[in-house]
């Protein structure tokens, strides 16, 4: 039995981590805002992240071997947790994404045709890190998520407290209802409605995972593995938004519309004009088996289908 902290932890993956902490035997605790509550037998913390005097305060004495951090953004966020948790626990290990890797978000060398981006693409210990940035202000951010999530890391790869890990997630689907972001249910119902898809002349492949696998390995890299660094995690088997269209046009019995958008327009969720899709490969070698984005694909459309089929109220 371990000590874990997860901050964050109410919905989506997170939940499910939470309840897979506590199904291994684990001594778990959340701590969030405290909108949503965790589950029975969970300790629930109640503290803004961003006030470092509060999650002092709501700690008290606690230490923990882990920390999973599925809610950092900033830098600012990342160099005040690594104060707070420094000396209170053994590992620390935040939920990245492959928004890090995006050529149209920073300076990145170009990745060739053909070939997936392994994780030294974007090394946070060499990183540079900004920390007067307008971080706090919420458009910003979410017009520089890419580059918080870069700088975040980059905190934390050089901080001395702890060990730190980083999962660099793919796109996550599945869950239907959960799945909040609202991307798979964009598909659904629009090619339920027969209504058009906006795509990419020439539309790039990127890769995937299932919440729920996103799940395992966040538990696998906070319980089970002692790597650091950077981690990618998605299951195998590239998709480009006309083969994610296919599948969802399959399930719903409706012919797919495509429309190409225009030079410098907007396009559908997953439609990319850039090529940056992750490679899995140090986690498979670390002893992580993913699965195959085809064979719970089908599922998770499935999900989103019947969402958009249900009646209203």
């Known amino acids: 039995m371990q000590k874990i902290c997860v901050i964050g932890g109410s919905r989506y993956f997170g939940k499910v981590l939470v309840g897979r902490l506590q199904a291994d035997g684990h001594q778990v605790t959340v701590l969030n805002r405290g909108s949503t509550p965790p589950a029975s037998g969970v300790e629930h913390l109640v503290a803004d992240r961003n006030d470092e005097a509060a999650l002092i305060a709501a700690l008290g004495t606690r230490t923990f071997d882990v920390v999973i951090d ?3 953004y900033t830098p600012v966020q990342a160099a005040t947790a690594a104060r707070v948790f420094a000396g209170r626990t053994r590992r ?3 939920t990245s994404t492959i928004e890090v890797y995006d050529p149209a978000t920073a300076a ?3 990745v060739p045709a053909g070939t997936s981006v392994p994780e030294e693409h974007v090394d946070p210990a060499a990183w540079l890190v900004a920390m007067d940035l307008p971080w706090h202000d919420e458009a910003y951010l979410e017009a520089h998520y890419a580059e918080g999530k870069r700088q975040a890391e980059a905190v934390f790869a050089r901080a001395d407290g702890f060990a730190f890990a980083s999962v ?7 869950g239907g209802a959960q ?3 609202g991307r798979l249910a ?3 119902e629009r090619i339920a409605r027969g209504e058009e898809i906006t795509v990419h002349a020439k539309a790039l492949p990127t890769v ?4 729920e696998e996103l799940a395992d390995v966040l538990l696998w890299a906070a319980t089970t593995s002692d790597f650091t660094g950077p ?3 998605c299951s195998d088997g590239l998709l480009d938004v006309r083969d994610l269209v296919a599948t969802v046009a399959a399930q719903a019995g409706r012919a797919p519309v495509h429309r190409t958008a225009a030079a410098g327009g907007t396009a559908s969720p997953f439609s990319f004009d850039r090529h940056y899709p992750m490679s899995n490969a140090r986690a498979k070698e670390l002893g992580f088996a993913f699965s195959r984005t085809a064979d719970w694909l089908p599922g998770a459309v499935a999900e989103a289908l019947a969402l958009s089929a249900a009646p209203t109220t």
């Open 108 to 110: 990145l060398p170009a």
């Open 231 to 233: 981690v990618n995690a």
């Open 92 to 94: 620390y290990v935040m």
């Open 70 to 72: 599925q809610v950092c």
């Open 179 to 181: 799945e909040f972001t």
């Open 186 to 188: 964009h598909y659904a």
């Open 208 to 211: 995937f995972i299932h919440y």
């Open 168 to 174: 660099r997630s793919a796109h996550v689907l599945g």
